[in-house]
């Protein structure tokens, strides 16, 4: 390995990646968007879950003569959603567009629901809920004490990662193949640069563009949301550097002999797409069926945002997350080792 | 800045290539088959050759960017080893640098690829660099590029110089521009393997040529060597009006060409004092000695290549 080589395709590297403007931009640019996006969309205290339907003449929401108890009319996460017609609302109901169907004005209390759709049976069981006497009650309410964790703080994490994936997938293996198509990597092949070389500076110089936009969409996203940190910003970066070295050496797998565009288009959405949901970016596999759960473990952003989030959300220490980057340090030296095998740089 | 080094005492005899059978198969298609022949040290060689002929193939093989199916390459005598790459600069015909990256950046970069690279300021000024040296690679023209590709092939300071069609697309001044640098680099004891279409420009560079058609070699010799060889004779050529005799009665080959007669001979003062003694007017007369031109169309047929 000769660093003076790597070194010199490293700066090449990211001097084109600076100077693309649209492409730099745009790296910043997409994870802020989505942040800003989930926080306005759930970083509000009101986050109204089940969506229930009722019908008026007026299509307003007017609990005036109404049977249904107060403690529904005010419970917290349901949103009431007014029609003109019962049939309207029965349509709305049959297209699974609201959870529940109820006739304000009957002293039956008269509802309806789809018995397909799981959220209209949640939705009916605290509607009958409320129809109880309170003293007739035999649960024991209980509230967790502490800091509570919202919602955009779980998230976070999870949109970096996705970012990270898309920039590390997409930046080293799309790239590469491009490279490979209009011959700049024939020119390179003319010069003693060795595939290794090559390879272990598009990854190095990809993470350097990943910490450093991670850095900037933090700072920027933190003004707005003051995300609460409760381990050490060190580990958290290095979960995230290790995260980032992996993800590039999987495109890097994915680039090694490429030739097509639009197949290496296909491929990486092909991985991208499941990684990005298996992996919890946007919710938990936590009660999924185990064999999801263990496919999930073959992507290195599960185990990246595992690691992050027990970091971010539970104060966890390099201790309480060496397996994660213990795991993400192989996936990276497999991966690089792979991609130096089979490496082609002519088309 | 240095001044350019001239090396006088290369030696001709030695060789620096060795082509050894070689055969190149892509799918169903056979690109070149039983190619053989040999590349003197410090000379310039031409490979000519219609579309199709297997030139690039053959040169990208000597390069060591594809493997050839069977034959081998030696290089100095000996198979090619690790060291090949230092030793060689390269020119391709179909290539591309990364956009972003100004001319000057992009000689840093290749030139901290090597063990011994060759001093900037000399390349810069042999290669004209300096009125394009904060362009960016994505707003050269074509002239510009090429000299920058040139410059890039001779970072190293190679002792073996490939150029695959270097010429193509150039305007006169830069194709004449490029000449002169190919003559430099030559006179420093630099080995030159080409490609071109321009037999003008194998003419006026190469020391010897071998011709390609169908992926296998059909000549291989020095310019004036083919010509003698394939080409004999020069042709005069004069309008028809400035006969007043009967063709029929001419004490040459001849043959029409339009209005155009073209008369052969062997010797071209022997056969203007032929014409002279006949009183027939050479006022309107062209006289045409054969050219690597002739001979590449006399080997290779006029008919049309993809």
């Known amino acids: 390995m000769n660093f003076k080589r790597m070194w010199a395709m490293f700066t090449a590297r990211n001097h084109e990646f600076f100077r693309d403007r649209a492409a730099f931009g745009w790296n910043f640019l997409f994870p802020f968007l989505i942040i800003i996006g989930f926080g306005l969309i759930f970083g509000g205290k009101e986050h109204q879950q089940f969506k229930i339907g009722v019908w008026s003449a007026t299509a307003q929401v007017d609990f005036s003569k109404s049977t249904v108890p107060l403690s529904f009319q005010q419970g917290k996460y349901l949103q009431f959603i007014a029609f003109s017609s019962q049939a309207e609302g029965e349509q709305k109901l049959q297209h699974l567009k609201i959870d529940l169907l109820l006739d304000t004005q009957s002293p039956e209390h008269r509802y309806w629901i789809n018995d397909s759709s799981p959220q209209g049976y949640v939705a009916e069981q605290i509607f009958l809920a409320s129809l109880q006497d309170k003293s007739t009650r035999l649960a024991d309410k209980q509230v967790i004490k502490g800091v509570q964790i919202r919602y955009i703080d779980w998230l976070f994490p999870g949109i970096l990662g996705m970012n990270m994936m898309f920039s590390a997938l997409w930046g080293v293996g799309y790239v590469v193949v491009q490279y490979r198509k209009n011959g700049t990597l024939k020119r390179l092949k003319a010069t003693p640069l060795t595939p290794m070389e090559y390879l272990s500076a598009q990854m190095l110089s990809r993470i350097f563009l990943i910490m450093f936009t991670i850095i900037v969409v933090w700072i920027g996203s933190n003004l707005i949301f003051h995300f609460q940190v409760h381990g050490s910003y060190g580990v958290l970066a290095l979960i995230f550097f290790l995260g980032g070295l992996s993800l590039s050496s999987m495109g890097l797998v994915l680039a090694a002999r490429g030739t097509s565009e639009e197949f290496t288009s296909g491929i990486l959405n092909f991985i991208s797409w499941p990684m990005m949901f298996l992996s919890g970016v946007w919710f938990s596999l936590e009660g999924s069926p185990a064999w999801i759960q263990a496919v999930a473990k073959i992507f290195p952003l599960t185990h990246m945002l595992t690691g992050a989030r027990k970091i971010m959300n539970d104060g966890a220490t390099l201790a309480d997350v060496q397996s994660e980057c213990l795991i993400l340090i192989a996936i990276t030296l497999i991966c690089l080792t792979i991609a130096a095998r089979i490496f082609s740089w002519n088309e | ?306």
């Open chain 2, 1 to 306: 800045m240095r001044q350019l080094r001239l090396h006088k005492s290369f030696a001709y005899m030695n060789q620096i290539v060795e082509v050894i059978n070689l055969k190149k198969v892509f799918g169903e298609n056979t690109a070149v088959t039983d190619a053989s022949f040999t590349v003197k040290e410090g000379i310039c060689f031409g490979l000519l050759g219609p579309n199709g002929a297997g030139k690039t193939t053959t040169m990208e093989i000597m390069e060591d960017i594809i493997a050839p199916t069977s034959g081998k390459i030696l290089y100095q005598g000996q198979p090619r080893g690790a060291s090949f790459r230092e030793e060689i600069g390269i020119q391709f015909q179909h290539t591309s640098l990364l956009n972003f990256l100004s001319v000057e950046e992009t000689l840093f970069s290749f030139h901290k690829l090597y063990q011994q690279p060759e001093d900037l300021d000399y390349l810069i000024q042999l290669c004209d660099l300096n009125p394009i040296l904060k362009q960016r690679n994505n707003q050269l023209s074509g002239g510009q590029l090429q000299r920058l590709m040139l410059a890039l092939a001779l970072i190293n300071r190679p002792r073996l110089v490939f150029l695959d069609e270097p010429s193509t697309g150039l305007d006169p001044q830069s194709r004449r521009n490029l000449w002169d640098i190919v003559r430099t680099i030559k006179a420093e004891g630099k080995t030159i393997i080409m490609t071109t279409h321009s037999m003008e420009e194998a003419e006026y560079l190469c020391d010897e040529v071998a011709i390609m058609d169908m992926g296998r070699i059909i000549a291989w010799d020095t310019p004036a060597r083919l010509i003698q060889t394939h080409c004999q004779g020069s042709s005069i050529l004069l309008p028809e009006s400035a006969f007043k005799m009967s063709l029929d009665d001419l004490p040459f080959t001849w043959k029409h060409r339009d209005k155009t007669i073209v008369l052969k001979t062997a010797q071209v003062q022997e056969g203007l004092t032929k014409l002279l003694s006949l009183d027939i007017d050479l006022t309107e007369m062209t006289i045409h000695s054969p050219n690597l031109e002739d001979v590449f169309l006399y080997l290779t047929g006029k008919g049309l290549r993809d």
